[in-house]
Nanobody, 125 residues
Framework: QVQLVESGGGLVQAGGSLRLSCAASGGTFSTYNMGWFRQAPGKEREFAAAINRGDGTYYADSVKGRFTISRDNAKNTVYLQMNNVKSEDTAVYYC???????????????????WGQGTQVTVSS
């Protein structure tokens, strides 16, 4: 059973930066495709960024150019560097892992097998 634990959330001013981390345990991290999703109050969970096992990256239009996803297989960790944050980035951020070895449907919540508990990011204006 894979466990994912997010950290690094907190309060940040608009225009500032924050780095989220997601540490994985209990599986072969290097074989998973990884994603970051977020859920704002009263809204559905949405895709933010993803990275496949070959280090290919994917971003939602709303974060492209501001967020960077990366992974360190030696540390079993995936990161989300958030720069120039905006008030609309306020949300609970979730890390997710997909075991599927075929096409990576990175935007689809149902394609991920494991989820973390989430970390709160609050952007003050």
């Amino acid at each position: 059973q894979v466990q994912l634990v997010e950290s690094g959330g907190g309060l940040v001013q608009a225009g500032g930066s924050l780095r989220l981390s997601c540490a994985a345990s209990g599986g072969t991290f290097s074989t998973y495709n990884m994603g970051w999703f977020r859920q704002a109050p009263g809204k559905e969970r949405e895709f933010a960024a993803a990275i496949n096992r070959g280090d290919g990256t994917y971003y939602a239009d709303s974060v492209k150019g501001r967020f960077t996803i990366s992974r360190d297989n030696a540390k079993n960790t995936v990161y989300l560097q958030m720069n120039n944050v905006k008030s609309e980035d306020t949300a609970v951020y979730y890390c997710a892992a997909s075991r599927y070895s075929g096409i990576f449907y990175y935007r689809e919540i149902s394609k991920y097998d494991y989820w973390g508990q989430g970390t709160q990011v609050t952007v003050s204006s």
